[in-house]
C-alpha cells in the first residue's frame, strides 16, 4: 500500500509520516510532491495538481475535522470519497475551550483582569447566583455532542440544536431552521460549532443575535463563516451581546484592523479551539484505510452536497 501524505500551511507531513509508519510499518510513505503512484492521499487542502498527477488514488483523507477549505477548493475528483477526521482527541478539547468560555463569562473574569491591572479589589456577584447561565449548543456532532454532554456534567443546563433531531441525556434538544429563533431565545452563553455549509453560512446574522436574550455571550468554535461579523460587532456595541469568545475567523490569520482585536468584549485565539493530535488522528487514519482495504464501510465519509 502507497501512501501519499500533502500539507498546505504548517509542514506538519514528516512528522505525520513517522506517525502513520508506527501504526502501519508495512505500507510505503511519500511526501507530496511526487509522481510514485499512490493509493490514498492524507493532506490538508490537496491541490488540484495532486489528483492531475495520482490518478489512481481511492480515496482522500482529510487530516481534520472540517471540510469546508478542501470542498471549496473543488479539486477532489467527482465521486472520489473524501474522509475526516472523527474526534480523535479533538472532541475533548473543544469542550475544554467551550468551558472556559462559559466560566470566563459567568465567573466575570474580563472584569477581574482588568481590576487587577489597576490593582482594584471589588467582589461583584457571579452571574450564576442570580441565574445559572443555560448553554446553547449549535452542532451535535462529534464535536458538539461532547461538549454538550460534558457541559451537562459539570451542571450546567444545557439545549442543542441540529439539523436532524437527536436525543441526548438531560438535554433539550431542537432541530431544524424553523425551531433556531425558539432555540436561541433559551440560551444565555451560545456555543457555536457547526460546520460551514451552504445552510450554516451567516447563521449568526442580525436576526439570530436578537433572538438571544440580552447579556448573552457568543462562543465560536466552528467557522468563522458561521458568523455576520458586522452584525456581531453591532450587538455588541449596543450591549445586546455582552462578549465573546472566537476561535475562527472569515480570514486567517485575522487581519490587524479587524474591530474584534481590540474590542474589549471579545476573546481572540487563533484557531486553537481543537488542534488534531497527530497520534489519535494517524491511529484513526490506518485503521480506515485498512477497513476499506478489507472491503468494509468505514464511517466519516463526508457528503460533498450537505457540504459535511
Ligand atoms: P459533525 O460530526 O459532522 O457534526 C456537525 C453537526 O452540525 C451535526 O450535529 C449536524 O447536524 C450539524 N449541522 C450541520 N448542518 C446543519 C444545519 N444546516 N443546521 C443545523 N445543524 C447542522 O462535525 P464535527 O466533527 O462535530 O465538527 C464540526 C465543525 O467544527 C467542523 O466542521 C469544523 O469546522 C469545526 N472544528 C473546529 C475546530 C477548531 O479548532 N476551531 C476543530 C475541529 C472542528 P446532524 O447531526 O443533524 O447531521
Not at 446553547?136 to 457541559?151: D, K, S
Not at 442580525?206 to 453591532?234: K, T, Y
Not at 445586546?240 to 474591530?259: C, Q, R, T, W, Y
Request: charge should be negative; proline fraction near 6%; aromatic fraction near 8%.
Amino acid at each position: 500500500m502507497k501512501i501519499l501524505v500533502q500539507s498546505s500551511g504548517i509542514d506538519v507531513v514528516p512528522g505525520i509520516i513517522n506517525e502513520l509508519k508506527a501504526h502501519q510499518p508495512d505500507w510505503q510513505y511519500f511526501a507530496w510532491p511526487t509522481d510514485e503512484q499512490c493509493d490514498y492521499v492524507v493532506g490538508w487542502k490537496p491541490p488540484a495538481e495532486l489528483f492531475t498527477r495520482q490518478p489512481h488514488l481511492k480515496a482522500v483523507f482529510n487530516y481534520g475535522a472540517g471540510v469546508d477549505a478542501v470542498l471549496a477548493m473543488g479539486a477532489v475528483p467527482a465521486g472520489m470519497p473524501i474522509v475526516r477526521l472523527e474526534d480523535a482527541g479533538m472532541a475533548q478539547q473543544m469542550a475544554e475551550y467551550a468551558i472556559y468560555g462559559v466560566i470566563y463569562h459567568q465567573r466575570r473574569m474580563r472584569t477581574y483582569h482588568a481590576q487587577q491591572r489597576d490593582k482594584h479589589w471589588q467582589q461583584h456577584e457571579d452571574r450564576g447566583n442570580v441565574q445559572r447561565p443555560t448553554v446553547g449548543v449549535m452542532g451535535l456532532g462529534e464535536m458538539g455532542g461532547t461538549v454538550a454532554t460534558r457541559l451537562a456534567n459539570f451542571g450546567y443546563t444545557v439545549r442543542g440544536w441540529s439539523r436532524t433531531k437527536h436525543s441526548l441525556d438531560g438535554i433539550e434538544t431542537l432541530a431544524g431552521h424553523d425551531a433556531l429563533p425558539a432555540f436561541l431565545s433559551g440560551c444565555d452563553v451560545l456555543f457555536t460549532v457547526l460546520p460551514l455549509t451552504a445552510t450554516t453560512q451567516g447563521v449568526i446574522n442580525a436576526a439570530a443575535l436578537a433572538s438571544l436574550p440580552r447579556g448573552a455571550f457568543i462562543i465560536n468554535g466552528g467557522r468563522g463563516g458561521l458568523i455576520v461579523d458586522a452584525d456581531l460587532v453591532a450587538a455588541l456595541e449596543s450591549g445586546h451581546i455582552a462578549g465573546a469568545m472566537l476561535d475562527v475567523f472569515h480570514e486567517e490569520p485575522l487581519p490587524k484592523d479587524h474591530a474584534y482585536w481590540s474590542h474589549p468584549n471579545v476573546i481572540v485565539t487563533p484557531h486553537i479551539a481543537a488542534t488534531t493530535p497527530i497520534k489519535d488522528g494517524c491511529a484513526q487514519v490506518v485503521a480506515k484505510i485498512a477497513a476499506l482495504e478489507r472491503g468494509e464501510v468505514v464511517s466519516g465519509i463526508v457528503d460533498p452536497k450537505m457540504g459535511y
